[in-house]
Every structure is written in C-alpha cells, then in structure tokens.
C-alpha cells in the first residue's frame, strides 16, 4: 500500500477508470479529463490533510461535493428549471443550491463555486434578467424563473461582445472568477450605473479577484458599454 | 447541511399555518420561511440554522412598493433591496433608506435580498458563525465566547453579560430614524408593530432578537409621510469603502427651523446589539443651534451608555465622529 493517502487514493480511482477503459481502448491518461482528475485530488487532499481531531469531532463531516444527483434521495423533489431558454426536468435533493444544480446534476460548469457562502461572485447567474449568488439560493425556489448562465451568453464560437472584450483586454489571470465578472458585467447594460471607471467598480465590487486582474476588467468593462 | 421538508404555499394563510408548527420563531426554528435566502442558507451551510421544513414565501403577493392610505409608503415584505434602493418614492422622499440599502451588500446580493429578510437579518458575531465555539444567541447557556475574545466589531449599546452581537443591517437602522413600522400576520390575525418594539435586548435571552411569534409572517414596512422640509443622510464607517459591515453608522433626519433643530430623529448601526434609536441625542438637538457643538453635544449623549469590550474601545468615538459627520453632511448637502 503506497505510504502517501493521495498517492493511494488517485491509484484507486485511476483503478475505477482502468475498469472502464475497455470501452475505448483509449490508453487511460487520455480519457482524465481535467475535472476528473482534480476531482479526484480534491477528494483525496482533504483526507490527507484533515488533522486526525476531525475525524473523530464530525461524524457527519461534509461531503466533498454538497449535492450529488440525487436519484433515490430520501424526500427528493421533482422540478422543471429553465435554463438558458431549455427546460429540464430533475429530481432534487432540497438542499441542492441552484449552483451545485447547475454544475452537479445539469453538467454545466461555467458556473463556478468560489466561497459558497455570497461573498466572492464567482457563481453569479442572471434570474429573470438580474444577477444573483446562485450558491444563496435553493434551485427549488426556482420553478418558475428564467435562468440565464455564462454558457447562455455566448460561446466560444460566438463570443457575447462582453466576453470578448474581456479577450481583447486581458480582463483575468487564472480565470475562475472569469464567468461570475462576465455575468455581472452583462447585468450592468440593464443597471443605473454612471459612466466613469469608479461608477463601473462600485457596480462590480460583488465580483472578487484574487489574481488582481482589475484594472483590466474595468477596461474591458468600458469597452463593452461604449460600444453598446 | 441537514435535510429539510420543502414547501411553497400560494398565500398568505398556508403560510402562517406552516409556520405556526414551529415552536419559535427565533434562533433553533424548526420552520423557517426563505425568501431571498442570502442570510438563511448561509447560516443553514454553517449549521448555525438547522431547520426541518423551509417554506418558500416568494410566490406570495407581497412585493409591492405603494402611497400608503393618508401618506407615507408601503414597502412590500417581498420587495427586494435593489428595488426599494432605486424606486423614485423612496430616493425622492426617503434618501436615507436608498443610500443606507445602497452601503450594504453586493448588487448581486441586493438583487435577493428583501425588505422583510432584512429586517431579520442575523449578526456577523464570529463566534454565532462557527459552532466551533460557544455562543449564548445560538445555542442559550453555553456561554459567550466574544466578550474575551475578538470583539473588535461587536456592539458597546444593548449589550449584556451574555452577548455583545451586532445587529448588522444598515436597512434598519434607517428604518428607525423614518419611525418605520411592521405589519405581521400571525395566527391571531394582523398586527403593527413600531420598529422601535420590533427588536428585544439581548438580556439574559439572545437567542430571542425579535417580537415575532411562530406562525407570524412579515407582510410589509410602511414608512409614515415624509416630514416637510426635512433633511436626511446615512453615513457607513467600515474597514474598506465597499463590500462590508458597519464599524459605526448613522441614520439622521433633521429639520431646521430658521437656525434651530425642529425636529431630528438619530439612529446607529454598527454599534448596537439592535438598531439603535437614540431618544438621547435627539432631546439635545432639539431646539438647540445648528453648530458643531450642538451636534457633539448630542453625539456624547447618544454614546453615554456605551460599554465597550476589550477591542472596540474605538467605536466610542468613531460612533460619536459618525453622527457629528452626518448631522453636517445633512445640513450642508442640497
């Protein structure tokens, strides 16, 4: 057994894929995509890093992913989201938050999880044409809105001006606050906000940065407005 | 998070009934209404709320923004912060309500968070948050564990042996300087509550911070009429300049007659354990000069009951410069 719990713990789930692989034949390296494999790490840096104190204090520690697709879930509901102008049809666990939906059970990452807890944007979404902290909210309470997601906004061959101006002007460093920066400034056209760069900072302070790429989110921010 | 029972009732009356099976209204609820959720299923994911069943209020008609009958405004319950903060009524005879909305939050945050929600939103108190530590409000008995701990932000009025929590909203601390008041409906029919009741003391029982009853759902704020002539401002004293809680903050409306105070109405956030009214400072303003003596002046009395922890000595003087601040910016702004 490898001494390293991550090391142990990537063979074992490189061991799971190893199973499926016959179906291709694609040599295993090929088929992790970068989710999975990151997946699989978080998974197995939580359990190598967690001092031992945890282990015995939590019994019901949290999962690493907070909602699962929930097929046979005790009290799971069934709703109709509508997202991105397509209906879906799921049955949910109540807790899932209309974040974890979209990622977990919708398979639609865009949306990205930053603190969960409405402080960073990351997971910022437009409902019924307004941006909101889509890890705030519970996707039950969602029936009957319309839900508009990065991936509604345009497409890689088919930029929204926004995103590409956000291209053209180097507006993000590692890129996961990237989508949530996005869908609050396409909220801005619909919002009282003034004109000057200090207008378009105080109306996006709701969107953290890590790397710092600020500067160039405002111009790429302006940009967009002017042309609008 | 744990599991919970989900529901969503079309009125008003399924959704009192629903509330009433709970057996409070306060911290431990076994039922609790969501709306925007931005305080709710915070807490739900930290275990500080941990409730059975969640009723859904949003399809209820309750967000609204109208003339109150002989005056005033009536803000729906449901309405949400960015749409009070914007609406022509409220900036034109309500300013401090739109700028105190306006401080408080993100956009994104805004655009969830109602009228009513607010009203109950719960304390930043570190040590509430983590279940790590021992809190009277969430769980009464076990202690406070701010009052020799970080306390830098908590309150220094209101405050108790067994909590110094900061109520943490700026919507109602402007509420109460506009002598706002609350319409519940409860299983006993409807009732008005002035905001200046709405809010308990901590006490020897933090765990309770407001009036409401299981069962009572908030339907709206109503707002008496402007006062003619009046003028207003909310000033925010924080950490950075966007995106945080009150250090200290005042709400101030005041009107002049010739070069005397007629009428003025002081309240506080950020240093209260409720939004704090100060009948204090508004005695001495009364009839007095507009000057910056007559401000600080009441400035001292609005803190002379203060009661600072180990770290926030400092509000004392910053809540004192806070109100001497708006009381100027509100006499000299157009």
């Known amino acids: 057994m490898a001494k390293n719990p991550v090391e142990s713990q990537i063979a074992s789930g490189a061991g799971e894929r190893e199973k499926l692989a016959p179906e291709t034949g694609q040599p295993l390296l090929g088929r992790v995509s970068r989710r999975s494999f990151l997946s699989h790490v978080g998974a197995a ?14 019994p019901k520690a949290a999962p690493a992913v907070d909602a699962p697709p929930t097929d046979g879930v005790k009290d799971a509901v069934p709703i109709t989201l509508r997202i991105n102008g397509k209906e879906h049809n799921l049955t949910l666990d109540p807790r899932t938050t209309l974040l974890d939906c979209l990622r ?39 029936s009957m809105d319309e839900i508009t997601t990065i991936e509604g906004i345009g ?74 | 998070m744990d599991t919970f029972q989900f529901s969503r009732p079309t009125t008003v009356d399924q959704a009192v009934q629903l509330g009433a099976a709970s057996s409070t209204a306060q911290q431990s609820a076994e039922v609790r209404f969501v709306a925007g959720g931005t305080t709710l299923i915070d807490l739900m994911k930290l275990s500080v ?22 005056g005033g405004l009536i803000i729906g319950a449901l309405a949400r912060n960015s749409d009070v903060a914007h609406n022509p009524t409220v900036q034109r005879d309500y300013p401090v309500l739109s700028q105190a909305l306006l401080s408080g939050a993100s956009p994104q945050l805004r655009n969830m968070a109602t009228t009513g929600g607010n009203l ?26 701010a009052i020799d701990g970080h306390n830098r ?53 933090p765990n309770r911070e407001t009036v409401l009853e299981p069962g009572d759902v908030i339907l709206s704020v109503t707002l008496p009429p402007p006062v003619a002539g009046a003028k207003s401002h909310y000033l925010k004293l924080r950490d950075r300049a966007a995106y945080e809680f009150a250090l200290a903050s005042a709400a101030v409306v005041l009107k002049l007659n010739g070069k005397r105070i007629e009428y003025a109405r002081i309240a506080l956030g950020g240093v209260g354990t409720r939004p704090w009214r100060s009948l204090e400072a508004e005695q001495a303003l009364k009839g007095s000069s507009v000057d910056a003596a007559s401000f600080r002046r009441a400035a001292d009395e609005a803190l002379k009951g203060a009661r600072p922890a180990s770290e926030n000595g400092f509000k004392v003087e910053l809540a004192k410069r806070c109100i001497v601040r708006a009381l100027t910016l509100s006499t000299t702004m157009a």
């Open chain 1, 104 to 142: 977990e059970n919708l398979n639609m990452p865009g949306t990205k999880k930053g603190c969960d807890h409405g402080q960073c944007g990351a997971c910022t979404v437009h409902v019924n044409g307004r941006r909101v902290n889509s890890c705030l909210s519970f996707a039950l309470m969602h």
């Open chain 1, 45 to 58: 840096g939580i359990a190598a890093t967690a001092p031992p104190i945890f282990a015995s204090a939590s």
């Open chain 2, 153 to 205: 932000t908590l309150a220094i009025l209101g405050t108790s042996k067994d909590c110094i929590a900061t109520n943490p909203s700026d919507q109602n601390v402007a509420l109460t300087a506009l002598e706002a008041t609350i319409q519940v409906q409860g299983t006993k029919g409807k009732r008005n509550i002035p905001i200046h009741d709405f809010y308990l003391l901590p006490g020897s029982t």
């Open chain 2, 49 to 70: 709320e941990r409730p059975k069943q969640i009723v859904d209020i949003n399809v209820l008609p309750l967000d609204q923004i109208q003339p109150a009958p002989g």
């Open chain 1, 155 to 228: 497409q890689p061959d088919n930029l929204h001006p926004m995103q590409a101006a956000f291209v053209e002007h180097d507006g993000y460093q590692c890129g996961y606050c990237t989508s949530g920066q996005i869908m609050s400034a396409v909220a801005l056209f619909k919002e009282p906000v003034g004109p000057t760069d200090e207008d378009v900072k105080q109306a996006m302070y709701g969107n953290i940065c890590r790397c710092g790429a600020y500067s160039n989110i405002v111009a790429a921010v302006q940009s967009a407005r002017k042309r609008a």
């Open chain 2, 120 to 145: 109950l939103q719960r304390t930043r108190c570190v040590y509430f948050r983590d279940t790590a530590h021992a809190c009277n409000k969430r769980e009464p008995g076990t202690g406070c564990s």
